[in-house]
């Protein structure tokens, strides 16, 4: 069936270094996507959006990058900080539901 | 601004016990209104959503209900909670451009 998934469960980056997680979906007749940071304990907070008639948008420090020939979204994040570590999802919006994947976490050492 | 409230925040049930969890919404009228649930380690799961009083869809076969008894109130419930029930919930509404906004969460434990 039709999904939306991350390729990495786990990132590790260095603090100051510049973060890059991936997601993957498979319903070419999606048009909307959200990426969420969860913390640890918490609920999922939105960070960045886009829909398909863009390839980039860019945030405070982030960026996402959606790419419609191969069906792949990206979100980056610009000198990562320890704050930043969290599980990102990526979401397909479809209809009145909004697909999630299964989450990369992500962390950030000194 | 729009707040979205759920409660309570943690809860540990015993197996056969009912269940419910309440989530409002404040500064928005007719929201979409979501239930989520997160399994350890897994993605969140889509449970239920409403668009409006009394109307209810249910994404998934399983031991949970939802109801909508006012417009900015959701509510998950069980009448004998299983073991697999355990895990975080979340309560969301939808704003505009389709993205949903969500509660800080319910951990529901079942022991």
């Known amino acids: 069936g039709e999904s939306v998934g991350l390729h990495l469960p786990t990132l590790s980056v260095q603090e100051g270094d510049n973060s890059i997680i991936n997601c993957a979906y498979s319903?070419?007749?999606?048009?909307?996507f959200i990426w969420y940071k969860q913390e640890s304990g918490k609920g999922p907070q939105f960070i960045i959006d886009i829909r398909s008639n863009m390839d980039k948008r860019q945030g405070q420090r982030v960026t996402v990058l959606l790419n419609k020939t191969v069906k792949h979204l990206s979100l980056q994040i610009a000198a990562t900080q320890p704050g930043d570590s969290a599980v990102y999802f990526c979401?397909?919006?479809?209809?009145?539901?909004?697909?999630f994947g299964t989450g990369t976490r992500l962390q950030v050492f000194p | 601004s729009q707040t979205i409230h759920q409660w309570p925040a943690t809860l540990v049930q015993p197996v056969g016990s009912p269940l419910s969890l309440e989530c409002t919404v404040e500064g928005t009228s007719n929201p979409n209104l979501y239930w989520y649930r997160q399994a350890a380690g897994r993605g969140l799961q889509l449970l239920f959503y409403s668009v409006g009083i009394g109307q209810i869809s249910s994404e998934v076969p399983q031991n949970l209900s939802a109801s909508r008894p006012q417009d900015r109130q959701f509510i998950l419930s069980s009448k004998k909670l299983l073991l697999s029930d355990s895990g975080f919930y979340l309560c969301?509404?939808?704003?505009?451009?389709?993205?949903?906004?969500f509660g800080e969460g319910s951990w529901l434990t079942v022991v």
């Open positions: 969301a509404w939808e704003g505009t451009g389709n993205t949903i906004y």
């Open positions: 319903n070419s007749a999606s048009d909307y």
């Open positions: 979401a397909e919006a479809r209809t009145d539901k909004l697909i």
